[in-house]
Each structure stands twice: as C-alpha cells, then as structure tokens.
C-alpha cells in the first residue's frame, strides 16, 4: 500500500481562515482492512544551535558542545476525513503552549524548556534559507490506521507555503519618517601646470571660485514605516544644499538593500544572523541633481532623487514579512548608499563622498484583512470598552533575569526620526491584533494574494534540513 496527498492549491500560498481541502490516494495491491483515515494540519518552528554560551547568552561557534534543538508545534489539528469527511482551517494565532506534550517523547535532543518559553503570536510565515540553523513549515499529514497491531499504519505528508494575513494599517496621514546625515565639501585648490617641453599650460579650474557646498542626505519613508512584500519601497531620496552656491551636485552611485535581522533561539543559546536582497544597485551615473524645490529658506534649495530608480523594483517574493514567534523572530531595515560629488560649469570634481542610512522598517504581506474581519474586531473592541475590560494582550516572556525582556534590533548610524504631524492625524489607539474567537463566522480572504517562495538554498551556510520528516 502506498499513500499520496494531493491538495487543492488556488492560490501559491495560504493564508489565515483559508480552508485546506485535497484528497488522500490509496494505492493497494491487495485488499485492506482499513478502520479510519486521519488527517492532521501542523505547522512547527524548529531551531538547532551547536556552539557555547559566550557573554550574555551569545553564540560562540569555535567551541562544539552538544546541539541544542528547541521545536515548537505551532499549529496542530487533527481531523478524520474516513468515514466521515471534513475541511480544516487555518487559524490566526499559533498554540504551540496547549501542544507541549506532543513533543514529549519525539526526540532525546529535545529539553524542557522554561516557563515563559513561549509567546502566543499570529502565525509565522514559512520560513528557509538557513539551513541547520532554523526553519518554519507547515504541512498536511495523513495516516491509514489498519486494525492489527503488527501492520504498520501508512502515512504521508504534504508541505505547504503559508504567508499570513497582514496586521491592520493604521489610517493614511501626512507624517514621514527619516533619517538623515550632513556633509560638508571640501574646497578645490587651484594649481595651473606650468607648460612644457610636451604638455600644454592647464586652465583654471572653475571650482576653485565657487563656495563648496554642504550638504543634507535624507531617506524619507511613511510613518510608520511600512513596505510590503512584491511591492516597490514607497522612498523618497531628498539632497538639501545647506549653504548659497552655485556648484552642480552630481550623484555617482546609489544603493538600496533590505537586510534581515533574524534572531535565533534553541534553549540557552542565541544567535542573530544578517541577510539581504538587493533592490537596486547602480555605479559611475554621473547624474546632475538641478531640479529642486523651495525649502523655505533662501540659502537652502532641496533636490530630491527621481524615484523612477527603485520604483519598477519590488521586493523579491523571497521576503517573508516581519513576524516574531516563539524561537525564531525576524526585522528589517533600508541600508541606503548615496554616492555625491560635485562641480562648477562643466567639470566634475573628483572628491566623491558616499552617504550611509539605515532605516528600521516593518515588511507586511500584503494581504489585506477583509472588512468584515475588521468590523468584527471593531465590535469586540467596543464591547469590551463598555464592559470595562481592557483588549486582551499577548503574553510576552521574560528575561532570564526577571527583568524586562529586550530583543535585538538593527543599530542605527544615525538617529532616525519624524515629520511632527497635525493632530487630526495622531491616532487614538494601536491597531489591535487578531483574535481566532472572532474567527469562527468568517470566510476565506477573498482578495489578491502575494506570490511567495523559500528556497532551501537561500543560505550561504551548509547544513542539513531540520525537517528530513514531518514528525509521528
């Protein structure tokens, strides 16, 4: 007997509240006895660390102690589809606390882990790329039962991408975020060569008249700062000439990149790991920066960079969005290159100074919540306010200390603010998080979805698969 799982996929991933439907292949070649077929949806995060806990609970690779592997059973629901059919949905958060004693008795490397272990979250995306390291999967499984104890049940199993429904967008307003660095040129002195035997007397360099300008590099995103996954990065590139001057700025180079900041956890041991995807990249322009607009000072004139650059650019839909579960969490941020210099008339200086920004950034799905999912937790909101009783917030863990817990986040090289706003633009509250109660009476997302994709090859490092099977 073989068994085979073949799901209906509508869309290249799922989502929260979709239904899973396929069919379950039995190929006998003789006849069977077969008391019920079993189906079970499990989505776990597994994380594996080989090292040494170095100063304030760091990684350290030199020193090879006995893997530590922490496996969290986020999502687990069992469903008999023979002989009575049914469908299973996807709920919104995970429930890897209610499954601890799944994983009881699976593996000896597997610990006890603390209290407080766990963070009762939205569901994490699939998630690859580090091979050996830490991997997020969801997949289907189903198990033939055959009545005699000495014939061996048939499973197999079927994975899945799951990119979840994106957290509610907080209102449109005029703020932007930005950071934003400042340069001052150095003068050109003015050297004529003498002629010679073989070279003619050089002219006055134009440059050397003409006061050097100082400068302000900004990057400029929405506040808060949120871009989405195959979607072009809402950036606006602003150069502010910070003195009177005639010079000519001139853009040499320019590089947008997304790094990933993703924190690793398997009981004792952490470990933070850097990827990123390039968006744009683009050297030796030699681009005149003349059109500006009023700044609102007279000394002062604003050029901004044409954004026609990275706008035909999305984000590759290797990107997963910004999640945070219970060993594995992920954050982003815009690394921003900006290669300057500077000229008089039609000469070009050779001084070239390169801009550095980082801004901190969140990357959401794309898939929008319905309306309905919206009133609904409007209402519940508005319930819960007339009774007195706050909304419910997630637990977080504890530091080992007892303190507050402290995750760790990009460092930035210069500080990152934003445009003051009018009141009519400050909301009253955060938008509020999804709850699987208010769940129940919803149907499937019906709206576009977003085409996305994890290779097990993404990594840089070796290792091998966390998953080589689906569990029991």
């Not at 396929?22 to 069977?32: A, D, I, N, P």
């Not at 009023?294 to 590759?316: H, T």
């Not at 999640?323 to 008089?344: D, E, M, P, Q």
Request: with cysteine; charged share 20%.
């Amino acid at each position: 007997m073989s068994v085979r799982i073949q799901l209906q996929h509508p869309h290249s991933s799922f989502t929260n509240l979709d239904e899973i439907q396929g069919q379950v292949f039995l190929s006998l070649v003789s006849q069977e006895t077969i008391t019920a077929i079993t189906v079970k949806l499990e989505g776990e995060s597994r994380t594996r660390l080989a090292g040494t806990i170095g100063g304030l609970g760091t990684y350290d690779s030199h020193r090879r102690d006995p893997a530590q592997l922490e496996v969290h059973k986020l999502l687990y629901k069992v469903l008999t589809v023979f002989p009575t059919p049914d469908v299973m949905r996807i709920p919104f958060n995970n429930d890897c606390i209610n499954n601890l004693s799944l994983l009881a008795s699976l593996s000896p490397m597997r610990m006890d882990l603390a209290p407080g272990a766990h963070v009762k979250k939205s569901l994490p995306p699939t998630l690859s790329g580090l091979p050996g390291e830490a991997e997020i999967q969801y997949y289907v499984k189903a198990t033939v039962q055959r009545p005699a104890f000495y014939k061996e049940n048939f499973r197999a199993h079927a994975n899945f991408m799951f990119l979840p429904i994106e957290p509610p967008r907080p209102p449109a307003n005029r703020r932007e975020s930005y950071a934003r660095v400042q340069h001052q040129f150095a003068p050109v002195v003015d050297s004529m060569d003498k002629p010679g035997l073989f070279r003619r007397s050089s002219t006055s360099n134009p440059s050397a008249s003409v006061n050097p300008p100082s400068v302000s590099v900004e990057g400029r995103l929405p506040d808060p700062a949120i871009i989405t996954c195959n979607e072009a990065v809402p950036l606006r590139m602003l150069v502010t000439k910070l003195n009177h001057t005639t010079a000519t700025l001139y853009m040499q180079m320019i590089s947008v990149e997304l790094l990933a900041f993703t924190s690793i956890r398997a009981h004792q041991i952490r470990k933070n790991e850097v990827s990123s995807w390039t968006i744009i990249s683009k050297s030796n322009m030699q681009m005149p920066l003349n059109e500006g607009m009023d700044s609102g000072n007279a000394n002062s004139k604003i050029l901004e960079v044409d954004s026609k650059l990275w706008k035909q650019m999305p984000l590759p839909n290797t990107v997963s969005p910004t999640f945070h579960t219970c060993n594995v969490s992920r954050t982003y941020a815009l690394h921003i290159k900006l290669g300057l210099s500077w000229g008089a008339g039609n000469k070009v200086n050779p001084e070239l100074t390169v801009q550095v920004l980082r801004m901190p950034v969140r990357v959401y799905s794309g898939i929008a919540p319905s309306q309905a999912l919206l009133a609904a937790m409007s209402n519940r909101i508005s319930q819960s306010a007339a009774q007195g009783v706050p909304p419910s917030i997630p637990p977080r863990p504890p530091a080992p200390n007892g303190s507050s817990p402290s995750y760790p986040q990009p460092t930035l090289a210069q500080t990152t603010d934003h445009i003051e706003p009018a009141p009519g633009d400050i909301p009253s509250d955060a938008p509020p998080s999804y709850e699987d109660a208010i769940a129940d009476n919803m149907g499937p997302i019906d709206g576009p979805r977003r085409e996305y994709r994890q290779s097990e090859s993404m990594g840089e490092k070796g290792g091998g698969r966390l998953f080589q099977d689906s569990g029991t």
